[in-house]
């Protein structure tokens, strides 16, 4: 019997397998190194305030932190330098000669009962390497800000092999150089570089400057006493005053000073701040004004046209969670809608519309959510899954409710004025998300034929003795004119649904309130635009039905026609078209799945009207083989057709030259 191998050890990572992978696949988005180092430099000054803050350290008062990026398109690099912390040699073989020990977290640990306040942004320890994506050769020049620590270089060609030698870095923090490989040189180009930092770093909470060296350098003249102190002078002049000749009245002539003589100085162009370290969400609603909520939308989503209204997130407990919703303006059909919500953690840009956070139902407007907390995988770039991730998209969701409805009850005036533009955004959410919609099912609005803002609620209440527990809907205010005219002659309201989402959303409404039906306007018949007719007016309009059944089949070439004759109270009105609602919505829905072509479902639930008290009607009647019947039969059938939907351009020339001809008849 062989003998049982026993051993117990530690699993090494080979780095000179991982280091294609961290190339590769670490990062969706290339770009997305300039994010990682520049975080990086922030954790560094972050930490250094920190140090200070327990009296470690000492920052003089006139030296700015910042971070610093400058690109070089002619050495083809790009440098990432900050004034931080810095690392010693230790240091630098704990956190990055080690992949994946993150110095953020071990920082953390280490003064984790000295201070509460978290705004270190590194947890993994792999951001360093997404340098490795882009560049062939990465060096480091470190200086910690421990008394006698020796500066440190670092450099590494992509390889498992590195060289670590005392550095000549004179002061503290770190600069980290990438000699960019020939797939990404468009990172040492300065516009691109100052694209990448606007889209990740626009809002970090350390400033951060771009500039450019290489090339001819970029000068620019200022007065001497309007320098800067970040100004790199390269000379003094004096810039004479200007004159000019000019004529008195009595003919003289005489020199005048235009403008004096100014002391000037030639200085490169100055570094450019990229970013606000204090984000309108970071601030407290009382302390933000309208225009700045309107000039923060316009910044950060460049969008001209201002918001209706904005939701103001401010949470510290369970979670820390900040930022701005707002509501657009639409200007076109829901299907076409793309909002933006912009997702950061510690003001460091993660992602657009992650849908773990966002309801889905919110990525139809635009805004920002700053969530510190947010359990993010390894890149950043996703959340991982957890439960606690669900808490926020409940409390995102409970927060635009309470918005919303407590405007319904304070600010009707608003809401109403909003209200065409907010509804798609509250009908989708009613669908999509449960406790949205027992929030806001009172206060869903339906405009009426009146133009009159309603709910449910007031709607059934109104109609409850004409039509109880139905509600009446108008999709095309045009082509439905004839019904709607039907209405108000009777005193009966509808509302009017013409927005795409709004079928989906009566469908479920009608499973919530079971009681209550939606009918569109041109559906079946109500009674009340009939006369009521006695028992022997009923069998006479069966007869009736009978006959004109067999003449329109006859003069439409149709035998699946439906026709109903009616005695309507409006004499005047000669045809009409009614579809069954569910047949309605059975065609709608086949219209939003693409199928353009429903000839494969005839004219199911379709009903031909044919009122008894119209002359056009009884001439049909009483001239069942009349020269003119089947020209006749024909005009009412389009007449009605044309009140229900549009004619096909076919049948529309066909009813005009018929139309002619009719009028040809009559002027004989």
Known sequence: MAETIKEQGSLSINSENLFPIIKKWLYSDHDIFVRELVSNGCDAITKLKKLEMMGECTIAEDEKLKVEVIVNSEDKTMIVRDNGIGMTADEVKEYITQIAFSGATDF??????????????????????????????????????????????????????????????????????????????????????????????????????????????????????????????????????????????DGTKETVEITPEQKMAKIHRRPFLINDIHPLWAKHPNECTEEEYKAFYRKVFNDYKEPLFWIHLNMDYPFNLKGILYFPKLNLEYEAVEGTIKLYNNQVFIADNIKEVIPEFLMLLKGVIDCPDLPLNVSRSALQNDGFVQKI??????????KLSGMCKTDRENYEKYWDDISPFIKYGYIKDEKFKGKMKDYILYKNLESKYLTLKDYLEAAKEKHENQVFYVTDEVQQGQYINMFKEQEM????????????????????????????????????????????????????????????????GRDNIQVKVEKLKNAETSSMITLNEESRRMQDMMKMYGMTD???????????????????????????????????????????????????????????????????????
Request: with cysteine; net charge negative; hydrophobic share 35%.
């Open 108 to 249: 953390l640990e280490k003064y984790k009962d000295k201070t509460n306040e978290d705004q270190i942004i590194g947890h993994f320890g792999l951001g360093f390497y997404s340098a490795f994506m882009v560049a062939d050769r990465v060096t480091i020049q470190t200086r910690s800000y421990k008394e006698d620590a020796e500066p440190v270089y670092w450099e590494c060609d992509g390889d498992s092999e590195y060289a670590m030698t005392k550095g000549d870095k004179e002061t503290r923090g770190t600069e980290i150089t990438l000699y960019l490989n020939e797939d990404s040189l468009e990172f040492a180009n300065e516009y691109r570089a100052r694209e990448v930092l606007d889209k990740y770093c626009a809002f970090m909470p350390v400033e951060i400057y771009i500039s450019k060296e290489g090339g001819e350098p970029e000068t620019q003249n200022v007065k001497e006493e309007d320098i800067l102190d970040t100004d790199k002078v390269i000379e003094y002049y004096t810039e004479p005053a200007k004159t000019e000749e000019k004529e008195n009245e």
């Open 393 to 402: 998209s409940d409390y995102i969701t409970k927060k635009v409710a309470d």
């Open 493 to 556: 309201d509808a509302v009017i649904l013409k927005h795409a989402i709004d079928q989906p959303f009566i469908s479920v409404l009608e499973q919530d309130e079971e009681n209550v039906k939606f009918h569109r306007i041109d559906t079946d018949l109500a009674d009340i635009f009939k006369e009521e007719v006695n028992e022997e007016d009923g069998k006479v309009l069966e007869e009736n039905t009978k006959t004109l059944t067999d003449i329109f089949k006859k003069a439409l």
């Open 598 to 668: 429903m000839s494969m479902f005839g004219n199911e639930g379709e009903t031909l009207i044919l009122n008894a008290n119209n002359t056009l009607v009884q001439y049909v009647l009483e001239h069942t083989d009349g020269e003119y019947t089947d020209m006749i039969c024909q005009q009412l059938y389009d007449l009605a057709l044309l009140s229900h939907k549009p004619l096909e351009a076919s049948a529309m020339t066909a009813f005009i030259e018929r139309s002619n001809k009719i009028m040809m008849v009559l002027t004989k």
